[in-house]
């Protein structure tokens, strides 16, 4: 066991989406309707008030939706009030990515530093067609007013505990986030994955298949290689996208 300081993560559903499966799960399961929750995870152990993520702006709490992931969605305000905070609280915002329903709160952090890595800002101004998932709006201004970090490092520490690294399996800048725990060493993928992506079902496991890259990535091996490494390395797996953390209040 490491030793301190010890952080706790609070999963928080800030919307989701509905779509088909194969766009978590690479080749695999195509055409079925899947409810994916979109987080932003509080991380509670340091003088400042840390958040990864902001999500989404537009949200819709539906029944059917709550139903599929097994938990409530929030609005960002609501999910931050839940732990006695509001937007203007936060300190350091930590990026994943910068796809938009990562980031679309960002504005509303006025007193927050952003961590993303600099290829992410480059996808995000000046996108590839397959890109569509940025829109730089939503961190533009932020970025213009000076509270945007661009890190160009493969593994940076944000505050001692809680570090970066870069895994560019769903996109170019993807930064995993990797927490010090008392139950050991948490990790937060980069890339859009959920739990079965990294514990196929027997008969992926069949076809010599460890993992199931995203089904969104920027290339598939490069993608499934970043996955085996990441897996090894963390004793808590949180995969970005996966439902079952929309009933968790703390993580460990």
Known sequence: MGKGPFYRIHPIVVGTKVFDKGMMTYQHDYGKEYVIPIYCWLIEGSDKVILIDTGLLEVIQSEFREQAIGGKIYKFEEGLAKWGLSPKDIDIVIHTHLHN????????????????????????????????????????????????????????????????????????????????????????????????????????KAMGMEVIPPGTNIDPYLAYDQMVKFRETVNILIPLHEPS??????IP
């Open 101 to 204: 329903d990562h980031c679309e709160n960002d504005f509303k952090c006025v007193n927050a530093v952003f961590y993303a890595h600099e290829l992410e800002f480059q996808s995000a101004y000046n996108p590839h067609p397959l890109d569509f998932r940025y829109n730089a709006e939503f961190i533009e201004e932020v970025d213009q007013a000076g509270q945007m970090i661009h890190i160009k490092d493969e593994i940076f520490e944000v505050v001692p505990g809680i570090t970066m690294v870069h895994t560019p399996a769903h996109t170019k800048g993807g930064m995993s986030v990797l927490i010090n725990t008392e139950k050991g060493l948490a990790g937060i993928t980069g890339f859009c994955v959920i739990m079965e992506n990294f514990n196929p079902p027997n008969k992926i």
């Open 245 to 250: 953390f929309s009933s968790v209040e703390t």
